[in-house]
């Protein structure tokens, strides 16, 4: 059993998911684990790499221990010690490099061949050799959110080791889809404002997207956001996009032009760059015009083509006002409009591109409280369309 796991164990904390290496054949042993536990392989991949699903759904991950230097190591009297410690010497810092033997014999047996036991009690953050930002530059992204995540600190040659990595541009060589799983991943710790703080610190939004600093603001947006999320979910659609409202907020005082970056950056769906770019382009206008209390049909028409993740955005970013008119525009989204398209059509008109202005027309009235039946809201709507010339040409008109 390795890393966070091991490191969890260590620290007392809760852990969730097992890392398993195996000295030999990996996807036989998971197999034969999931056979036995009732679990199911969901992937297995190129580098002998199994994932487990136990039946209460925790997750196991079963390696296989590489095995280049094996022929190497076989002069050493303990060839299978040596492949495990050849693993643990790939890994990102000595406190994700511990070891406990599961083995029968062997069973419960520690190898730390990296003293992380004594780091992790110090509450340090180090790599295991100087070219780890080199190996693997997603590790800059790592060593600040498990240093904030711990309340840990970098230790001193590691910290340079990052901060050269990020001035020699590596992160310019990793693709989009990993710098994106990182930046997912800070948003998913409990306080990720912290992490944002400190990888500006070390200049790392900037040498991801020129332009992008996530200064003070940025970082008091992020941490407003998680609060944000929570309080309008009940009132949002479901599968409304978290990232992306952290992202609009990493992005709060970047260009939009820095923004679109970023979400090229990162490879985002053509609907999710737009969602994020729009919100932060928009911010300021919609955050002056919702501090004036609207009318609830211009807060619809303010609020209107932009995605609920943005409306978390813009509620973390505002004031009291702000929050008060994003409330109530959710609360007026769930108002059911007293006439549809079907009541035109059996009023006699035929329909056409004109119908869903004259809808908006009177969804907008009705929420004015300018048409409070149905009635007046049919008559507003035959007002509207007889003015744009179109005929009824049967029905009760
Ligand atoms: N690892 C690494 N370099 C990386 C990613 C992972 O060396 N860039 C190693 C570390 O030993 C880590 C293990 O792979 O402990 C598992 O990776 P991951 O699940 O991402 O890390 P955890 O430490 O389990 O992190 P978390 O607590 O966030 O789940």
Redesign the pocket.
């Known amino acids: 059993m390795?890393?966070?796991?091991v490191?969890?164990i260590i620290m007392g904390r809760g852990t969730v998911?097992v890392?398993v290496v195996v000295n030999g054949d990996g996807p036989s042993f998971a197999a034969s684990l999931a056979a036995l536990t009732g679990g199911s392989i969901v992937l297995h991949d190129r580098f002998g790499t199994s994932v487990l699903i136990l039946p209460d759904k925790r997750r196991v991950d079963v390696a296989t221990a590489r095995t280049e230097t094996y022929n190497a190591a076989a002069a050493l009297p303990d060839v299978s010690f040596t492949v495990i410690d050849y693993d643990l010497k790939?890994?990102?810092f000595s406190i994700?490099?511990v070891a406990v033997a599961l083995g029968s014999a062997e069973f419960g047996e520690v190898l730390d061949p990296f003293n992380g036991q004594a780091d992790i009690a110090a509450g340090v953050i180090r790599v295991l050799h100087e070219g780890s930002f080199v190996d693997?530059p997603?590790?800059i992204f790592?060593a600040a959110r498990f240093e904030q995540r711990f309340q840990f600190h970098l230790d001193e040659e590691t910290e340079r080791l990052l901060r050269a990595a990020v001035r020699a541009g590596l992160l310019n060589h990793v693709s989009g889809a990993r710098v994106r799983n990182e930046v997912m991943?800070i948003f998913e710790e409990r306080e990720p404002a912290t992490t944002v703080k400190r990888l500006q610190d070390f200049g790392v939004w900037n040498a991801l997207v020129p332009g992008l600093d996530a200064n003070v603001t940025a970082a008091t947006i992020v941490a407003a956001i998680t609060m944000a999320g929570k309080e309008l979910s009940p009132s949002l659609k479901p599968d409304w996009r978290t990232f992306n409202a952290y992202l609009m907020g990493l992005a709060t005082d970047a260009s939009e032009a820095a923004a679109r970056d970023l979400t090229e950056r990162l490879g985002l769906s053509h609907h999710s760059r737009r969602a994020v770019t729009r919100a932060v382009a928009g911010r300021s206008l919609v955050l002056s015009e919702l501090a004036n209390e609207p009318q609830p049909s211009v807060l619809r028409q303010t609020l209107a083509g932009y995605s609920d993740a943005a409306l978390v955005f813009f509620y973390a970013a505002g004031d009291a006002a702000v929050r008060a008119s994003i409330e109530r525009f959710l609360a007026g989204r769930r108002i059911k409009p007293l006439i549809t398209g079907r009541d035109l059509t059996r009023q006699g008109y035929l329909p056409s591109a004109v119908f869903s202005d004259v809808l908006e027309s009177v969804m907008a009235a009705q929420l004015d409280g300018i048409v409070k039946t149905v009635a007046e809201a049919n008559e507003l709507a035959r007002q509207l369309l007889d003015a744009a010339n179109q005929i009824a040409v049967s029905g009760d008109k």
């Open positions: 390795v890393g966070g796991m490191r969890d998911d890392d790939r890994r990102d994700n490099a693997d997603t590790r790592r991943a």
